[in-house]
């Protein structure tokens, strides 16, 4: 390959291409839009069916769609009140238009609420549904770690406080990325160190998507977990081979044991089914990128402000719904794009 490209540099005007430049080209020369762009790049990167799947419906121009049609309506909405400011006097402007637009911006509001509250679905599926191991010290919480890696990721050992910083592992199931941390088993200590990673373990417990609470079936010590809801939590009883079956296992949702295999199955079913009602329906045009989220709730708060400022002077909410246009115009790169095209397109391998 080396010599392939030594080769190439001798003939006069030969470069490599730079990271995403013919996708840039296409983009430049209106084949398709910036999500259809970053669909591309997402395809590029996607490590899982159901992420190739999402990948593949953006880059199909589907969220385009969507967005072109808002951005329409936005205009068409601009374009009534604008007419009602500039042609007042004229008979077939009707002074009551407005009220016609602002029903229209609500029904519209509602919607963009809707579809940036799935941002959440688009990030479980880009990002991974993320999972967080805890419990008290020797509840086996490395061992799970390991047993659902299928390999040594983690050091197990009797003492307590092994565990003290985060180690997390990427599970494909069905399709679906999902990111398994393990933590530093949770207790009072004076040490120092081991408290940074105590406190680093209830800091991810408290933003986890699911949070699995391991209790050693043979040392029953639940974790205290005062900020965590129930129902992102999954209790589990571990080193079920260490003691005789009894009505104990009813106050968790499994009993498991890393040493026989038992209950690991159905824990990995488990944690299948919660990534999948998080991710919900990926036939859906769902926003997956940080810049969307951020441009839609920028594009959602001037409608909202529009709405919202019933006594301002009509030029002034028309300016509200214009900045609004504006930003939601920002995602697709119908306006003001120069200064994220290098964002865009460096994610790209080089040429792609």
């Known amino acids: 390959m080396d010599a392939m490209i030594t080769a190439l540099y001798k003939f006069e005007g030969c470069r490599l291409a730079e990271a995403g430049e013919f996708t840039r080209r296409a983009f430049a020369n209106g084949k398709f839009d910036l999500t259809v762009a970053e669909g591309l790049a997402d395809l590029i990167a996607a490590e899982t069916d159901g992420q190739r799947r999402l990948a593949l419906q ?5 969220q385009a769609t969507l967005y072109a049609s808002w951005r329409t309506e936005l205009i068409r909405a601009r374009a009534l009140i604008e007419a009602e400011l500039d042609f007042a006097d004229e008979s077939d402007v009707p002074g009551s238009v407005s009220d016609q637009v602002w029903r229209s911006m609500r029904d519209l509001a509602d919607r963009m609420d809707k579809h940036v509250a799935d941002g959440k679905r688009g990030a479980t599926v880009r990002d991974g549904f993320r999972v967080v191991i805890v419990g008290a010290p020797n509840a086996g919480k490395s061992s799970l770690l390991n047993a659902l890696a299928g390999r040594d990721v983690a050091i197990v050992s009797d ?52 949070v699995i609470t391991l209790t050693d079936l043979s040392n029953p010590v639940a974790p205290a977990l005062d900020d965590v809801a129930d129902n992102v939590t999954l209790r589990l ?30 824990l990995l079913e488990a944690l299948s089914k919660r990534a999948e009602l998080a991710a919900g329906n990926l036939s859906d045009p769902l926003p997956t990128r940080r810049r969307h989220m951020e441009l839609l ?16 002077p009509l030029e002034v909410r028309a300016e509200y719904l214009r900045r609004a246009s504006h930003s939601l115009g920002r995602i697709t790169g119908d306006v003001d794009v120069e200064d994220i095209l290098d964002v865009v397109f460096s994610q790209f391998c080089i040429g792609k």
């Open 58 to 62: 953006i880059s199909s121009g589907t």
């Open 159 to 210: 003492e307590p406080g092994t565990t003290r910083d985060l180690i997390e592992i990427k599970l494909d199931l069905n399709g679906l990325p999902v990111l398994v941390t393990d933590t530093a088993g949770l207790r009072e200590t004076e040490g120092k160190v081991e408290r940074i990673g105590i406190d680093r373990a209830r800091e991810q417990a408290s933003v986890a998507d699911l």
């Open 237 to 266: 009883g571990t080193k079920c081979d260490l003691v005789l079956p009894s009505s104990a296992a009813a106050k968790y949702d499994l009993v498991i044991s890393t040493r026989t295999g038992e209950g690991l199955d159905d």
């Open 297 to 312: 709730v920028e594009t959602d708060r001037e409608i909202g402000a529009a709405i919202r400022e019933e006594t301002a």
